[in-house]
C-alpha cells in the first residue's frame, strides 16, 4: 500500500503542477502595439472632409501664387519704368507693389489660420476615435490580446516585436 500511496501522492503532484502552468499559460496577458498615426493617415485620406480640407489648401496655394505672379510682374514693369526714366509711374506702381504685397501677407495669414482650424477640428473628429476603439476592441478580443499600446506613446515603449504590431489588422478592420 505504501507504493501505491507513492503513486497516488506523484500523480497528484504532476497532475497538480500541469493545472497550476496550464493556469499560469491562460494569465499570461498578451500585449499588441499600433501605429495610430498610420491608422489615422489611412482613414482620412479618403474621407470627404479631409478631401474638402486638401481641395482648400490647393485653391489658397493657387491664389497665392496668382497674386505673387501678379506682384512679379509689376515689379518688372516698374524696373522697365526705371530703365526708361519714367519715375512717375515707377512710383504709382512701387506703392502698387507694397499695398498688394502687404495684402497678399495679410489674405495668407488669415488663410493659412483656417486650414490649421479645419485641420485641428479634422483631428479631433469623434467619429473616427469612436471606429478606432471599436476596431482596437475587435482586433484585440479576435486575437487574444488584454492591451493594445500606441506607438505614438513611444516614451513609455522601449522595445517591441513586430509580431505584435496590429495596425494593419486596425486598418483593415476599419475598412481602409
Known amino acids: 500500500m505504501n507504493r501505491t500511496k507513492k503513486i497516488i501522492v506523484t500523480f497528484l503532484a504532476v ?19 499600433v501605429d495610430t498615426s498610420k491608422v489615422y493617415s489611412a482613414y482620412f485620406k479618403n474621407s470627404a472632409p479631409v478631401r474638402n ?17 501678379e506682384i512679379k510682374e509689376l515689379k518688372r514693369k516698374k524696373t522697365e519704368y526705371q530703365k526708361n526714366g519714367d519715375t512717375t509711374q515707377a512710383q504709382k506702381l512701387d506703392a502698387d ?3 498688394k504685397t502687404e495684402y497678399l501677407k495679410e489674405y ?3 488663410k493659412n489660420a483656417e486650414l ?19 476596431a482596437l476592441a475587435k482586433v484585440a478580443e479576435s486575437q487574444g490580446y488584454s492591451m493594445i499600446l500606441s506607438l505614438q506613446d513611444a516614451n513609455a515603449i522601449l522595445w517591441y516585436s513586430p509580431s505584435v504590431d496590429v495596425t494593419n489588422l486596425v486598418i483593415n478592420e476599419l475598412g481602409l
Open 97 to 99: 507693389i507694397t499695398k
Open 15 to 33: 497532475f497538480f503542477v500541469t493545472v497550476v502552468q496550464a493556469f499560469a499559460q491562460q494569465q499570461i496577458t498578451k500585449f499588441a502595439v
Open 116 to 134: 490649421e482650424t479645419m485641420l485641428a477640428n479634422l483631428k479631433r473628429s469623434d467619429e473616427f476615435y469612436q471606429k478606432l476603439y471599436k
Open 53 to 69: 480640407y486638401e481641395a482648400k489648401k490647393k485653391e489658397l496655394q493657387a491664389e497665392i501664387t496668382k497674386r505673387a505672379d
Open 108 to 110: 495668407t495669414n488669415a
